[in-house]
């Protein structure tokens, strides 16, 4: 069973950043495709941001494209998302997400990310 553990989150100014990370235990994280989605209060989850197995691959939301960057590091267990420029509408419970077939089996427990204008 894989556990993801997000951190990183906090309060930030528009405009600023914050980088988002995501380590993975108990299973071969490798072998799992990644991603990062987001709820902000009454408001359905958000698609942000995915990352093939090997790196090679990134899919981004259109609200956040080109603002935000996934990144992956297979050695050390861990997904990033680097995140600059931010507005308010970015502010949300920021989670991580594996699988490895369709479905997105595994997330983690979630990190405030709060952007005030």
């Known amino acids: 069973q894989v556990q993801l553990v997000e951190s990183g989150g906090g309060l930030v100014q528009a405009g600023g950043s914050l980088r988002l990370s995501c380590a993975a235990s108990g299973g071969t994280f490798s072998s799992l495709a990644m991603a990062w989605f987001r709820q902000a209060p009454g408001k359905e989850r958000e698609f942000v941001a995915a990352i093939s197995w090997s790196g090679g691959r990134t899919d981004y939301g259109h609200s956040v494209k080109g603002r935000f960057t996934i990144s992956r590091d297979n050695a050390k267990n861990t997904v990033h998302l680097q995140m600059n420029s931010l507005i308010a509408e970015d502010t949300a419970v920021y989670y991580c997400?594996?699988?490895?077939?369709?479905?997105?089996?595994?997330w983690g427990q979630g990190t405030q990310v709060t952007v005030s204008s």
């Open positions: 997400a594996g699988r490895r077939n369709t479905a997105y089996d595994y």
